[in-house]
């Protein structure tokens, strides 16, 4: 099974935990793909989800996941472009 996490990139956190279940989800066998959101500004971006979300189509591809998950609020909007 094709598994999408899409998180923050912390060493702690929300973005600690994802990593760690990615870990332990790979040792039972699952393809597990972390996917980081970055932080960036937008209060001077004129059109942020532009800018922001289409990087993530582009990181993506043209793979095809059986679960995408969101760990946090920034994280969900990322999914509508996988």
Do not use: C
């Not at 870990?23 to 972390?34: A, T, V």
Request: net charge positive; no cysteine.
């Amino acid at each position: 099974m094709k598994i999408l996490f899409i998180a923050p990139k912390y060493s702690g956190g929300i973005g600690g935990h994802a990593y760690r279940v990615a870990e332990k989800l790979r040792e039972h066998g699952f393809d597990i793909k972390l996917m980081h959101v970055p932080h960036i500004p937008i209060n001077k971006l004129k059109n942020p989800s532009f800018v922001i979300f289409s990087s993530f189509k582009a990181l993506v591809g043209n793979e095809k996941y059986d679960v995408v998950h969101a760990f946090n609020i920034p994280s969900a909007f990322a999914m509508k472009y996988t």
